[in-house]
């Protein structure tokens, strides 16, 4: 037999598997390699009896797991090929600015997932992880003109046995490369936090800011009735900016995935009405369903309820309502013979003119409705008026 027929039979009979005691059910590597991985019943991942073993490079499909639980039974090629790229003209200068100094220690511990918070309150306790969200300042990153923004790191929650489990990890080829050549940033980790008192629930959210919030609950009445403060861009995200364009209080800013402030944010719903591709839930983590556009409601005012005190005009960010005479007097007295009205074209059935009239004129006629705007909503009155 040739050796390159000799070659081509040691790679076909590479192949991958699980260690099941490591695997944690994330579903990263049936994700992102259905052809080699599927989830079974048991809640593990494992490899398909007959698999392509070359169909990916196996150094990516074994980094994907974020324990380590993937064995490749050939010889794994090195990582991403830094060598491959090409230098960026000048790059020593740029490096040579941050050789020797410090790094930053609070990327550090978040890198190992150590940057965390834990808020025990009545019925349930909330952890918050800072994710990392800048690349350290190793050499290769100059050399290669690689960025300094983090990318976001994907991530995984496992409740068991009173015990939170929180995972990171890398996906971005050439920064997960850089993981390779320096100390003090591994690729990914994985955090273990005892919590005190009986779990019957959780719930959590992963954010473009790169803060992952996990809320514990200990009462079913606090589960049943948990909001969050704000809408919610999920990883579902394009980066379209239709969200952006028709938020009324500017609350939403772009990004690889675009990110609503919750102290902007009314939950008017507006955005998620919106959006082509169902990637917005609402305070209570339902996604909010999109409309056509042609059937989104337009604002409508009932003239027999409106005094014309032009409160709704004042408040449309979209210039969306004007007054209107009501007779032919040329000097129509204020708020006695005058109306709102709707320009059609301007309104996105943001509900803001609605939630405003005191006198129930203006309505928008859409199921979705305002969960518990509070103080965001009256803040926003009246910072802008």
Known sequence: MSESAIQETVKSAEEFAVVPELCIACDACCQDFPEVFYMGDDQKAHAHEQHPGDLYNARTVVDVCPTGAIEFSGELPPPEDLGKLEEVEGWELAWSKWRGVEQDELERDRRYGRDY??????????????????????????????????????????????????AGWLTDPKIRALTHTTSSFPAQFMTTLGVEGEIIGMSSRYDAHAVLEVVLFHQ???????????HFITDKCTACTICERVCPTNAITSGEIFYIDPELCINCSVCGVYCPFDAIDDSRGTTVQRMKIKKIPKAVVHEELCTGCEFCVDVCPFEALEMRALTDDPFPQPQTNQVASVIDKNCVSCKLCEQVCIKDAVEVPRQHQFEDIGMSFMSYVTDNH
């Open 220 to 230: 079913a009445a606090v589960m049943d009735t948990w909001q969050w403060r704000a």
């Open 117 to 166: 918070d834990i808020e025990r309150n009545e019925g349930y306790t909330k952890v918050t992880f800072r994710f990392p969200t800048r690349v350290p300042a190793v050499r290769n990153r100059f050399r290669y003109g690689l960025q300094e923004d983090m990318p976001l790191y994907r991530h995984h929650v496992q409740l068991e046995d009173g015990t939170l489990l929180v």
